[in-house]
């Protein structure tokens, strides 16, 4: 499975972004995607994941502000990045895991930049 990425650049803080990630190559449904990012000198940690019900989770920080959404017959995520915050800058990564043995796929990764 390949996993392509969008959506990122720069952005101004209260502003708002979205982020999209398509998986192609593969006839089975995408169970999870998760959205991870890492910022500058720091480990990737986990933003928001959805679950193939529809089930989300977010990471603290980002409650309230960001929101995740599926797509099953684009087999598309997207991620709506709202009130961003000069802290949000990172490269965003999206992972998708897929098929019956639930394998992982990972995307290149876009640049969020949020300005002050």
């Known amino acids: 499975v390949q996993l392509q990425a969008s959506g990122g650049g720069l952005g101004q803080a209260g502003g708002s972004l979205r982020l999209s990630c398509a998986a192609s190559?593969?006839?089975?449904?995408?169970n999870t995607w998760n959205w991870h990012r890492q910022a500058p000198g720091k480990q990737r940690e986990l933003v928001?994941?959805?679950?193939?019900?529809?089930?989300?989770n977010y990471e603290d920080s980002v409650k309230g502000r960001f929101t995740i959404s599926r797509d099953n017959a684009k087999n598309t995520v997207y991620l709506q990045m709202d009130s961003l915050k000069p802290e949000d800058t990172a490269v965003y990564y999206c992972c998708a895991n897929w098929g019956p043995s639930n394998y992982e796929s990972w995307g290149q990764g876009t640049l969020v930049t949020v300005s002050s």
């Open positions: 190559g593969t006839i089975f449904r995408i």
């Open positions: 928001a994941g959805i679950t193939s019900a529809g089930s989300t």
